[in-house]
């Protein structure tokens, strides 16, 4: 008997009925517990599963480890139910089957795929950078170019509008300026003055031979023959006191003479060469005259405006008569100053149309009445007699009127101009001369003639068609452009 048993017997021998209950009641206890313990195990580890041979699990693990490679981070040892070898059976897991790891070469193949198709991808991103950037160069190139060719046509036009501006001016200018008097008096100096400036150019000494020249030009010169007589007499004198041997002292002495003879200077000298004055009278009223076509209706005209340049208030009065277009065109030329005017009809009693005009001239308190008159009649009636009518008809109108008889020559007519000059001038008293159309002939030297057989003070000359092209008789402007 082993000792332990020996022990228990003797100890068991020695016990009373309640130590057995005690002791009893410990191992009931005990086994209780065990019990409870050994449950408690078993639930903890879940129902037995089957028998699992021994080393399968290790297969199995190397088999899925070979197929399934590992999620990143995942590890790679089963699950501990399945690791506890000889244990209570755990139940089966469904366990995640990882995705096949590829193998290194797909891995490596995919990558590099991978990585062909991001440079790929960044080529062709570059590319289209590149492609943009040209596209927008192009276009910022052909934006220049376009703005470039928009400014050169800009500035063109500007140019051009410059250009034609500074035309323009110069076109107003010379239009408000006229003709220059030596442009005006162009084919006179060509004419007459050529010859005579062709005398004097050789140098030679002046002798019977130049003088019988210079008689020549002078007589067919529109100058008059009194007036070239009087200058070929001055010259033979002089040369013959020696005074002037030689060509160019002749010519200076032919214009001296020329000069006082367009001052009216001398004996009974009227000092009233230049422009029209318009005295205290009001209305100062001009009674102008002079044959048909003389230009009279023009001068009336360009003298308005200068008159209402100078500040004065013009009225016009049209007594011409003999056909309605005089009128109309005296007409156009009040419109173009703005200067009233008053119009008979047609076939009226040209006194009585100026009649009027300086009547409704002093009730307005005007400064100027300016009457155009007819160059032809419609009646039998001589053209004297019925412009002195007009004149004395006039002078019942207003006082002293008119103030100014202010006769028209056309400078293209030569000594004629003269003639009539003088036949006005006995007829009416002419007080000025207007001598027209200068820039047409070159018959300029009646002027001449005109100043010294008539005395008369010659106020205007015409040059052209324009309101500056009348321009104030200057006598020393006049020779200057003369002997130029
Ligand atoms: N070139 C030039 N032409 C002029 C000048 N003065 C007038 N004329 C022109 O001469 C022409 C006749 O002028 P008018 O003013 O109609 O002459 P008018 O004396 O009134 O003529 P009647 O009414 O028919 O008696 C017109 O064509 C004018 O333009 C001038 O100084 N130079
Ligand atoms: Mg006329």
Known sequence: ?????????ISLADLTVQ????????VLVALLVVAA????????????????????IERELEREATELPPEAG???????ATVARGGPAAPPVEVPRPPAPPSAEAARAAREAEEERKREEYRRKKEADRLEKERRRQEHEAEEARARAEAERAAREADEARRREEEERRRKAEAEAGKTLAAGLEKTRHGFMARINALFSGGAVVDDAVLADLEE??????????TATKL????????????????????????????????????????GAGALTVGAARPWVVMVVGVNGSGKTTTIGKLAAKLKAAGHSVLLGAGDTFRAAAGEQLEIWA????????????GADPASVCFEAVQRGAAEGVDVVLCDTAGRLHTKLPLM??????KRVIGKAAEGAPHEVLLVLDATNGQNAIAQARQFNEALGVDGIALTKLDGTAKGGVVIGICDELRIPVRYVGVGETVADLKPFVPTEFVEALFA
């Open 1 to 9: 008997m082993p000792p332990s048993a020996l022990l228990l017997a």
């Open 19 to 26: 130590d057995y209950v005690g002791i009893a009641v410990v």
């Open 37 to 56: 313990a050994v449950r408690l195990a078993r639930k903890r580890r879940g129902p037995p599963g089957p028998e699992v041979p021994s080393g399968e």
């Open 74 to 80: 995942e590890s790679l040892a089963p699950p501990p």
């Open 217 to 226: 030009v002078l007589f067919t010169a529109d100058i008059g023959v009194k």
């Open 232 to 271: 070929l007499e001055g010259a033979r004198e002089r040369v013959r006191r020696r005074e002037l041997s030689d060509p160019a002292r002749l010519k200076g002495a032919l214009r001296e003479e020329v000069s006082r003879i367009l001052a009216l200077d001398g004996p009974g000298a009227t000092d």
């Open 335 to 346: 419109e173009r100053v703005g200067a009233p005017i008053v119009r008979g009809k047609e």
């Open 385 to 390: 007699e019925e412009l002195k009518k007009v």
